[in-house]
């Protein structure tokens, strides 16, 4: 079974940035599109953003022209630049990813603390 392994939360001021990035837990052939999630204290999990493997991407309008998704197909890496960031972005962040006929996969997600 591929679990994806997420690195790169942490605690920030307003204002800084974090990257965060993801990588499955062992080789796998392919990956269709990969993205990220949150989940704040008390609420669902709604979508950050998605890239597909030609490198289509889609933002939540809370993010766009702060945050950039990008991967590396060749390492089957998703990353998530966070710019900007904001108290409102204190989050628990997972990533995501389609593996086509197996399915879908997260990862164990990581923390994310915008101090204000």
């Known amino acids: 079974q591929v679990h994806l392994v997420e690195s790169g939360g942490g605690l920030v001021q307003t204002g800084g940035s974090l990257r965060l990035s993801c990588a499955p837990s062992?080789?796998?052939?392919?990956?269709?599109?990969m993205g990220w999630y949150r989940q704040a204290p008390g609420k669902q999990r709604e979508l950050v953003a998605l890239?597909?493997?030609?490198?289509?991407?889609n933002y939540a309008d809370s993010v766009k022209g702060r945050f950039t998704i990008s991967r590396d197909n060749a390492k089957n890496t998703v990353y998530l630049q966070m710019n900007s960031l904001k108290p409102e972005d204190t989050a628990v962040y997972y990533c995501n990813a389609d593996l086509g006929a197996i399915g879908s996969t997260w990862g164990q997600g990581t923390q994310v603390t915008v101090s204000s």
């Open positions: 062992r080789s796998i052939f392919s990956i269709n599109t």
């Open positions: 890239i597909t493997v030609g490198g289509f991407t």
